[in-house]
Every structure is written in C-alpha cells, then in structure tokens.
C-alpha cells in the first residue's frame, strides 16, 4: 500500500509539472510577444478596440491595410530589423520595425505587414499566442503581432527561453518537494495500516490480546477502534465459550457421579435393590435431562432455531395457573403467593407454552431467594402498546456486583447454594431469550422497598404472528 501511495503521488507531482510547465511555455512565449507589440510603440488597447470598430461597421476585413502600418516586403531579410524602420497606422501611431499579421475568423490571414504570408492559415500555436478580436461577442478574427528580425528577435527568444528555463527549475524544485513530502505522508498514513494487518494477523492465528493504538478521529481512527472492538467481542466470546464449556462439565459431573456411586453401591450388595435405593439415581437423571433440555432449549434460541406458535394469549390465567402450579412449594416454607391484574389487559400474541415456562423460571428463582414466611407478588398492568409481568420478592436482593450478571448461563450469586437449591443457573438466562423471541425484555432490579423485582414487557402484537422460527 506504501509503494501504490508513492507512486500516486508521484504521478499527481508529475502531471502537475508537465501541466506547470507547458502552461508557462506557451504563457512566456504570448506575454513576451505582447510586450514587445507594447514596447514598439503602439497602443495594443486602442488599435484592438480600432480593429473591433472597423469590423463591426464592415462586416470584414477587407481594406483594414488603412488601419495597419504599410507593407515593406522583406523586411526581415532586409536587416532593417525591429529599430530599423518606421510605420506609420492611419490612427497616427508610430510603429517602428514591427510586424503585424491579421487573420480572419477561421484563422486565414487576410494582412500581413510583411506581405510574405497572406491566404496561409496560422497554426495552433498562432492561435494561442494571437489577441482575439471580437465583434458583438462575436469572434471576429486574430491579430498576430510579432517583433522584427535581427538581433531583437535574438533577445526575444533569449528572453522567452530563459523564462521558460526558470519555470522548469521551479517546476522541478516544487515538484522534488512535493515528492518528498507525499513519500512522508505515504509513510505516516500506511503506518495505521501496517499496525492493524499486523493485529489482524494475530488475531486470525488465534492471538485475542492484539490491540491497536487509535488517535485522532479520521476514517482509519474509526477503522481501529472498530477492530478493537471486534477483538475485544472476540475474546469475551471465546471466555464465555470456555467459561461455558467447563460449566457444563461441572454440572454433567455431579449427577454423573452421583449416580456411578449408587450404581456401584447396588452391584455391590451394599445397598439392597429397592424402590428407596433407585429413587437417587431417578432423581439424578432427571436432573440431567432437564439440564439437556435447558442447553438445547438455549442453543435453539442461539442459532434462531426456536420455534414459537403465536396464539391470543390472557395472560392473566396464565400467571394464576402458574401460582397453582407452585403453590405446594410456597406452602412448604410459608410463602404468599399474590397477583394484582390492572384493568383493560388486553390479550397478546405469544407462545402459550413458552410464556408459562418464563414465568415458572421467575418463580422458581423468587422461591429459591424468599426466606420461610416470606411473599412473593405478581402484577399485570398495560402500558402502551404492551403488557407488563413484575415478579417481585421480599427476599435479601440482588447484590450489586450481580445486577449484570443475573442473566449470564450458569451464574448464580450465591456459590454456597447446592444444585438442589440453586438450580442449575440457566433458568433466568433461558427465560431473558424466550422474552427476547418474543420481541419483549426481561430485566432485573432491587426493589426501593427490599426485594428483587423482575419485569416482564412483551408486545401485544408481534411484528408477525402465527409458527415462526425463531
């Protein structure tokens, strides 16, 4: 990339020059003929707009010899040269030793002082170099004024030769800095570069750590902080897959073995084969397959595999059948279950089944929280153009450094809690992903008054409705 910058560059530099100096070149050539016209003693400005005149009340050039000096055939080889004679225009102006040639329109010269080159056509060059001459915005024609012969026109083009000489040399200085300049540009711009197909590099062998230095808030600024970004995601996906990985692990090890111990146990005769004995083991594996059912449930959610059956959905009966549900729970350790429903619920479209397996992971985790005596309440209110569950307990909160990671598989803010009592840590997380399924939140706070309070928002009317994977 440095290389392709350089030779931009130098290609801009170069054409810049070449432009430069052939701009100067025809310049010089025109404005040293047009002070030479000056400097022989004729007023460029008045014999033009004389010109101009007589065209204009013509309508062509045709006896415009009057308004120019006379003929003096050979006067260039004659050696009279630029001082050596002297004209004189029907204005009354003194012109000494110059010639003057005058063209029409399409560029044929109907006059020449000189009478060498009358009926030739003037070249491009000519034209360039020419003052053009109008007649009501109209191009009339081209007076093509020039010096002498002899030593003037030596001086002349000695004259325009060395201007054309400096205009190179500048041309040439301008354009070696300007290539200097743009090689450290070139260098100072391609380093960014460099440094992020560095890290990218890096990061494609498998290296998350590479990050890259960002100043300043031009486009490659923004390049590389979206690629530390990117890193940044990369590595905490990377974290959470192991993190993952060596949780499930965890959790897949204990019933496990829980079970080869009881196994064991009954082959060895230590534990006689009863229903008692067996009921462990059966414990144990249900465990397990919820544990099956909970990941699968997650990776479908995960891959946007997750099929829901939108359907009218009250949600009031649903919270109700869900409090019945665990009510044998609540009673065991003497908690109120309660639920406050607001006027005018409207129905929504949701997945039935799946609305009652968020509020049953909701449940489940206040149950596990609320000490013996405690309440747990629900209430359904409308809002909009949704529908809003809070759950809310009356158990110790949810400590601070747990607020961002409630939702996260496998937490849980209690370490000491066994899987009996803690549950396996995926409940709240599969619940947030149902929510999000059915384009709705799932968030979790502490209570003004003490407690946890989840909130539940859903839509009403999803952005489509009937089967759809999600």
Do not use: C
């Not at 007589?54 to 080889?77: F, H, I, M």
């Not at 009339?140 to 002899?150: D, V």
């Not at 800095?177 to 498998?206: C, D, F, I």
């Amino acid at each position: 990339m440095r290389t392709k910058l350089i030779l931009s560059f130098a290609l801009v530099v170069l054409v810049s020059i070449v432009s430069f100096a052939f701009v100067m070149w025809q310049s010089a050539a025109r404005e040293v003929n047009a002070f030479m016209y000056r400097g022989g003693m004729t007023d460029e400005a008045d014999l033009v707009a004389e010109l101009e005149n007589y065209y204009t009340q013509n309508a062509s050039w045709e006896g415009v010899a009057a308004l120019l000096p006379g003929t003096n055939r050979g006067r260039g080889r004659a050696g009279g040269g630029m001082m050596g004679g002297t004209g004189q225009t029907a204005m009354g102006m003194s012109v000494t030793g110059q010639r003057f040639q005058l063209a029409d329109a399409d560029g044929q010269i109907v006059f020449d002082s000189w009478d060498e080159t009358v009926g030739n056509s003037i070249n491009l060059l000519q034209r360039w170099e020419a003052i053009p001459l109008h007649s009501q915005d109209t191009l009339a024609g081209y007076l093509i004024p020039s010096a002498g012969s002899g030593s003037a026109v030596g001086e002349q083009n000695l004259l325009i030769e060395r201007l054309n000489r400096a205009s190179l040399t500048a041309a040439l200085v301008g354009g070696g800095l300007a290539l200097l300049l743009a090689v450290l540009l070139a260098y100072r711009l391609n380093r960014p570069v460099q440094a992020l197909t560095s890290a990218a590099e890096k990061l494609a062998a498998g290296d998350l750590t590479p990050r890259v230095a960002v100043s300043g808030r031009d486009e490659l600024a923004l390049l590389g902080s979206t690629f530390n970004e990117m890193a940044t995601s990369l590595q905490d996906a990377e974290q959470s897959r192991r993190a993952l990985t060596a949780d499930i692990a965890h959790e897949l090890r204990t019933p496990l073995s829980v079970q080869k111990a009881y196994l064991e146990a009954l082959e060895d005769g230590i534990y006689p084969l009863t229903i008692e004995n067996l009921q462990p083991i059966a414990d144990q594996n249900q465990i397990l397959n919820r544990l099956v059912n909970d990941l699968r449930t997650l990776a479908m959610a995960d891959a946007g595999q997750l099929q829901l059956d939108f359907t009218p959905t009250n949600l009031a009966p649903q919270i109700e059948r869900t409090i019945e549900r665990f009510q044998p729970q609540a009673d065991a350790k003497n908690i109120r279950l309660e639920l406050t429903v607001g006027e005018n619920i409207p129905e929504i479209y949701a997945d039935p089944i799946r609305i009652e397996q968020i509020l049953g992971n909701l449940v489940s985790n206040a149950l596990r929280h609320t000490p013996d005596g405690g309440r747990i309440s629900f209430e359904l209110t409308t809002s909009g153009a949704q529908v809003r569950v809070q759950v809310r307990d009356s158990g110790p909160g949810i400590p601070a450094e747990a607020l961002d990671l409630i939702f996260e598989r496998f937490y849980r803010a209690d370490r000491a809690r066994s899987r009996a009592a803690g549950g396996s840590g995926l409940g709240l997380a599969i619940a947030r992903q149902l929510a999000l399924a059915h384009g709705g939140t799932l968030t979790a706070r502490n209570h003004p008054q003490g407690g946890a309070l989840f909130e539940l928002v859903l839509p009403i009317q999803p952005e489509s409705s009937g089967k759809a994977h999600l």
